[in-house]
């Protein structure tokens, strides 16, 4: 009865041995899987900063661009009215050039006339 009582407790002895075995290897599996997910974790909030710190610097140079943009849209609107003020006077030059012409071209019609009389 003894032996069998011992054969029985051996057997007991080592299934519990095999299970302890088994559970520090799924511990360990379950550690590995842990560490790699920190890891990944870790990286991923390492490269979410990175991208803010980009976001912020690209909004900060979108600002400059759109400022840059604005003053440049007025330079172009105060040209766009200049160049409209200059052809209206060119405008008007050119009518008084033409208004000219035709008094000179009477002028000289009229001086012609009483010349070739004398």
Do not use: Y
């Not at 991208?51 to 040209?79: D, F, I």
């Not at 405008?91 to 000219?100: D, F, G, M």
């Amino acid at each position: 009865m003894k032996d069998r009582l011992i054969i029985i407790l051996s057997v007991l002895t080592v299934i519990f041995f095999i299970a302890a075995i088994g559970s520090c290897g799924s511990v360990r599996r379950e550690k590995i899987a842990k560490d790699r997910e920190m890891a990944t974790r870790l990286d991923l909030e390492e490269n979410a900063g990175k991208l803010e710190s980009q976001v912020a610097g690209l909004s900060q140079q979108l600002e400059q661009e759109k400022a840059a943009h604005e003053t440049t849209r007025k330079a172009l609107s105060q040209e766009q009215i200049l160049n409209q003020n200059l052809k209206e006077e060119l405008e008007k030059v050119s009518e008084l050039k033409k208004a000219l012409e035709e008094d000179l071209k009477e002028a000289l019609i009229k001086g012609k006339s009483p010349r070739s009389k004398r």
